[in-house]
C-alpha cells in the first residue's frame, strides 16, 4: 500500500509556472513507475506525464511537451512535475498515481488544484 499527497497548486497568471509535489508513504516509491494526470470541470481525466522507476523514461502527453517536466527523488520518496508556460487550459485537479503495471494506475492522491487566469 502506498498513500500519496499532493501539493504545490494554486493560481498563477497565463506565462507563470509552478511546481507540484506528491509525497509518497508506506512501500518504497521506487518500487513503482510513476504518472501525474489531471481533471478539469466536466472532462475526463487525461494523462499528463509518466516517469520510469529510475527516473531514466519519461512520457508526457501532447498537450504538455515541452512546457512540463517530470522528475523523482527515491531518497525522499517525492516526484515532481514543473509547469512551465502555464495557460488556462491547464486549469484542473492534479493528481499523482503509482503505475501498478498489470492493476492500472492506483493509489491515487487527494489531488491539488491549479488555476491559470488570462
Known amino acids: 500500500q502506498v498513500q500519496l499527497v499532493e501539493s504545490g497548486g494554486g493560481l498563477v497568471q497565463d506565462g507563470g509556472s509552478l511546481r507540484l509535489s506528491c509525497a509518497a508513504s508506506g512501500r518504497t516509491l521506487s518500487t513503482y513507475a510513476m504518472a501525474w494526470f489531471r481533471q478539469a470541470p466536466g472532462k475526463e481525466r487525461e494523462f499528463v506525464a509518466r516517469?520510469?522507476?529510475?527516473?531514466?523514461?519519461?512520457t508526457y502527453g501532447d498537450s504538455v511537451k515541452g512546457r512540463f517536466t517530470i522528475s523523482r527523488d527515491n531518497a525522499k520518496s517525492t516526484l515532481y512535475l514543473q509547469m512551465n508556460s502555464l495557460a488556462p487550459e491547464d486549469t484542473a485537479v492534479y493528481y499523482c498515481?503509482?503505475?501498478?503495471?498489470?492493476?492500472?494506475?492506483?493509489?491515487w492522491g487527494q489531488g491539488t488544484q491549479v488555476t491559470v487566469t488570462s
Open positions: 498515481a503509482v503505475d501498478r503495471g498489470s492493476d492500472g494506475y492506483g493509489y
Open positions: 516517469i520510469s522507476r529510475g527516473g531514466g523514461t519519461t
